[in-house]
């Protein structure tokens, strides 16, 4: 059974740096990992989705990172604004299926 | 509106009461999930659709939780005989397709308390 580990589950930074949010999962066999934002209060929204054929995908100030082979991906969150606290939780989508195993997230804040 | 959408987006019942949540998903996506998500917890998969059949029901929690998608676009999640931790945000998503590489969009959720 997959299972997806967020660490760290909370993150309190000054406006401006530079951070990385880590996601692990026990089974390689994905077809991609998905990372979402949520709000509280709001549903997801989705931020990058990372196809397991690739190692990584940029949007903005967004970097994204996969490594099935260690079973880990990174998300890197380039000079943070308070406008970036949010809960981000990364999803695995497993071949046998098309659910997504969700992490429990990591609660981030921005201080300005 | 292009997004998925989700109706009630609160909804408070009593212990023993049947409920019905809805989801219109974005318009031509085929694939439609739901997932079920606890206080600080992230969400937990109950089931999907394919067009209008349940390709995947191992997610649901017990008999009392059922879901339906008859015309293969609005999908309904039903719960009979509500029970105080069947309380959650009910999560709706849907994707162009079930599959590989399938991005799934979500809707603003339900809010469901049992008292």
């Known amino acids: 059974k997959q299972e997806v580990t967020q660490i760290p589950a909370a993150l309190s930074v000054p406006e401006g740096e530079n951070l990385v949010l880590n996601c692990s999962f026990t089974?390689?066999?994905?077809?991609?990992l998905q990372w979402f934002r949520q709000d509280p209060g709001k549903g997801l929204t989705s931020l990058l989705l990372?196809?397991?054929?690739?190692r990584e995908q940029t949007s903005g100030r967004l970097n994204a990172s996969l490594d099935k082979s260690s079973g880990r991906s990174t998300l890197y969150i380039a000079a943070s604004q308070p406008g970036d606290s949010a809960t981000y939780l990364c999803?695995?989508?497993?071949?046998?299926?098309?659910?997504?195993?969700f992490g429990e997230g990591t609660q981030l804040t921005v201080n300005p | 509106g292009a997004g998925v959408s989700q109706t009630p987006s609160n909804k408070v019942t009593e212990k023993g009461k049947y409920v019905e949540l809805r989801c219109d998903p974005i318009?031509?996506?085929?694939?439609l999930y739901w997932y079920r998500q606890s206080l600080g917890q992230g969400p937990e998969f109950l089931i999907y659709?394919?067009?209008?059949?349940?390709?995947?029901d191992s997610g649901l929690p017990n008999d009392r939780f059922f879901a339906v998608r008859p015309e293969g676009s609005v999908s309904t999640l039903k719960i009979q005989r509500t029970e105080r931790g069947d309380s959650a945000v009910y999560l709706c998503?849907?994707?162009?397709?079930?599959?590989?590489?399938?991005?799934?969009?979500f809707g603003p959720g339900t809010r469901l308390t049992v008292l």
């Open positions: 999803a695995a989508e497993e071949t046998s299926g098309s659910r997504l195993t």
């Open positions: 318009s031509g996506h085929t694939a």
């Open positions: 659709f394919q067009g209008t059949g349940a390709a995947d």
């Open positions: 990372i196809q397991s054929s690739q």
């Open positions: 089974d390689s066999a994905i077809y991609n």
């Open positions: 998503a849907s994707s162009l397709s079930a599959g590989v590489y399938n991005e799934q969009f």
